[in-house]
């Protein structure tokens, strides 16, 4: 499988603080990539300079055969070729979930409205949200809004979806329903990088995880080799903390 994205001695620093230190790595196409690891250890900051919210402070970021950072490349394009699904849902709020997934797709990617309104309305009903179309924001669950942010990055057709800890602001209970979509999503070949703390979820769904620490990458590996066989003491000392059985 060729790269959709490949990262080369990537950096970034806020001030005099290194952020990400020398990051290196590569998502397939049909990939599901788990990030995983402790609060500040760069997760967030790596998955929002792929999309480019943050600007790199150095290295390439590879994208069809070009670093997509070089001063001549068009970051605009780029960009409609990621779909991202943040923490906090940003939803519009003044537009019902059937606008909320076709604005995007009629602003940006100058697709028709009936065109819009259709692909949305197929990703609607794959993340269980088509009967609530007519729905604001405020009417609905957290839950029913992350799935609604899902149906919006789909809707855009993207080459790979971006997850930043998509259940992290969610009550307990309304976080199988979003693990459950996203595992769906995960068997239909969707190319998905994804920050979480959910160990089951990155140990069933992910292709390759991938942990963070202090701005590093410490381990990488299949699920099997980092959950039941990890190399690093670092990563051990994770797991015992997150997982009871190991």
Known sequence: MENVIEIKHLNKSFGDHEVLKDINFSVKKGE???????????????????????????????????????????????????????????????????????????????????????????????????????AKPKQLSGGQKQRVAIARALSMEPDVILFDEPTSALDPEMVGEVLKVMKELAHTGLTMLVVTHEMEFAREVADRVVFMNDGIIEEEGAPEEIFNNPKKERTREFLKRTLRNL
């Open 32 to 134: 599901v990539v788990c990030i995983i690891g402790s609060s500040g250890s760069g997760k967030s900051t790596l998955l929002r300079c792929v999309n480019l919210l943050e600007k790199p402070s150095g290295g390439e970021i590879i994208y069809n055969n070009e670093n997509i950072l070089d001063d001549n490349h068009d970051i605009y394009k780029y960009r409609t070729k990621l779909g991202m699904v943040f923490q906090q849902f940003n939803l519009f709020d003044n537009h019902n979930v059937l606008s909320n997934c076709v604005v995007g797709q009629v602003k940006v990617l100058k697709r028709s409205k009936s065109e819009a309104e259709e692909i949305a309305m197929k990703f609607l009903d794959v993340v269980g949200m088509g009967k609530y179309i007519n």
